[in-house]
């Protein structure tokens, strides 16, 4: 057995003896797994921007540099490397919008959070009462039925204190009259965004960031790419009524739900009232899925 133990080495040496393999070790094995998942969520983060046109545009300029090296053309080589720094800097410019997207999306993320127990507070009595669920179900769908338009931004855990100082202050409690008022034509108010916090309304004609999300259809208009925009910047509950149709939808979390019934409204806002809030020590990019969802009609 043993003679034939040190045949099988022998004739292992001779043949693949110049064969050099690494040691492995389990770092090793776990810093391939973030390395992975990082450069898979960056590639997923630059389809979904205008970074996508930029990268094939750099893949056209490399092959022109790859060339000009392989033919020692010294002027294109000399403009290249004199360029490359400015470059870089006009890149982080020209993308801060979608760099600080993503940043905010680093800072909320909740990847570690079924893997390790961290310190949480529950937010007791939820963020607002069911008498402000029923207010903004009823101010929705009798403003649908009226078509007349509305975008209602209800504050989840980021403060949305920025878009509140771009309307004008109200700070009153949530009732369905007061959002019809509101949102009925030729008012002062009508225009923009109501926020939401708690119940209480604090802000309308509020101004809010818009969706670059090229998934979105293109039949949408300014009020839905805003309401998208507005979750995709933070964890707000967007309700959107269309002025057009006056079909009702719900963007949250970067995702749009058109054309909802009351009962989807209603467990949407149930689930964004009883969110327990809870302070992470440690943080993880998770990665967000972009799609514009309908629902069944």
Not at 16 to 40: A, H, K, N, R
Not at 158 to 164: G, R
């Given at each position: 057995?043993?003679?034939?133990?040190?045949?099988?080495?022998a004739i292992?040496?001779?043949?693949?003896?110049?064969?050099?393999?690494?040691?492995?070790?389990?770092?090793?094995?776990?810093?391939?797994?973030i390395i992975?998942?990082?450069?898979?969520?960056?590639?997923?983060?630059?389809?979904?921007?205008?970074?996508?046109?930029?990268?094939?545009?750099?893949?056209?300029?490399?092959?022109?540099?790859?060339?000009?090296?392989?033919?020692?053309?010294?002027?294109?080589?000399?403009?290249?490397?004199?360029?490359?720094?400015?470059?870089?800097?006009?890149?982080?410019?020209?993308?801060?919008?979608?760099?600080?997207?993503?940043?905010?999306?680093?800072?909320?993320?909740?990847?570690?959070?079924?893997?390790?127990?961290?310190?949480?507070?529950?937010?007791?009595?939820?963020?607002?009462?069911?008498?402000?669920?029923?207010?903004?179900?009823?101010?929705?769908?009798?403003?649908?039925?009226?078509?007349?338009?509305?975008?209602?931004?209800?504050?989840?855990?980021?403060?949305?204190?920025?878009?509140?100082?771009?309307?004008?202050?109200?700070?009153?409690?949530?009732?369905?009259?007061?959002?019809?008022?509101?949102?009925?034509?030729?008012?002062?108010?009508?225009?923009?965004?109501?926020?939401?916090?708690?119940?209480?309304?604090?802000?309308?004609?509020?101004?809010?960031?818009?969706?670059?999300?090229?998934?979105?259809?293109?039949?949408?208009?300014?009020?839905?790419?805003?309401?998208?925009?507005?979750?995709?910047?933070?964890?707000?509950?967007?309700?959107?009524?269309?002025?057009?149709?006056?079909?009702?939808?719900?963007?949250?979390?970067?995702?749009?739900?058109?054309?909802?019934?009351?009962?989807?409204?209603?467990?949407?806002?149930?689930?964004?009232?009883s969110k327990?809030?809870?302070?992470?020590?440690?943080?993880?990019?998770?990665?967000?899925?972009?799609?514009?969802?309908?629902?069944?009609?």
């Amino acid at each position: 057995m043993r003679q034939i133990v040190e045949s099988i080495r022998a004739i292992g040496d001779r043949y693949f003896g110049w064969v050099s393999m690494p040691m492995i070790l389990w770092t090793d094995v776990v810093e391939i797994i973030i390395i992975s998942f990082l450069l898979y969520h960056v590639l997923v983060w630059i389809k979904n921007t205008r970074a996508w046109s930029l990268l094939r545009g750099i893949v056209i300029i490399l092959a022109f540099v790859f060339l000009a090296a392989l033919f020692d053309m010294t002027t294109i080589l000399w403009i290249a490397k004199n360029v490359t720094g400015i470059a870089v800097t006009a890149l982080l410019i020209v993308f801060q919008p979608e760099l600080r997207k993503a940043l905010e999306q680093l800072g909320r993320s909740n990847v570690l959070s079924g893997l390790v127990q961290f310190d949480s507070t529950r937010v007791t009595g939820g963020l607002f009462s069911d008498k402000t669920i029923d207010e903004l179900i009823r101010a929705s769908y009798e403003m649908g039925k009226a078509k007349t338009g509305a975008l209602i931004v209800v504050q989840n855990k980021d403060p949305l204190t920025e878009y509140e100082l771009t309307g004008i202050l109200i700070d009153a409690l949530v009732t369905s009259q007061l959002l019809i008022n509101i949102f009925e034509h030729n008012t002062p108010l009508h225009d923009g965004a109501v926020v939401i916090k708690g119940n209480r309304i604090v802000a309308a004609t509020c101004y809010l960031p818009l969706s670059d999300n090229m998934e979105l259809s293109k039949e949408l208009g300014t009020r839905h790419r805003a309401g998208v925009g507005i979750s995709e910047a933070t964890d707000s509950l967007t309700i959107i009524v269309s002025e057009e149709t006056g079909r009702v939808s719900v963007a949250i979390g970067g995702e749009l739900h058109r054309n909802i019934d009351a009962d989807f409204l209603r467990r949407k806002l149930e689930v964004l009232q009883s969110k327990t809030v809870e302070e992470k020590k440690f943080i993880f990019w998770k990665g967000r899925s972009r799609n514009e969802t309908k629902a069944d009609e």
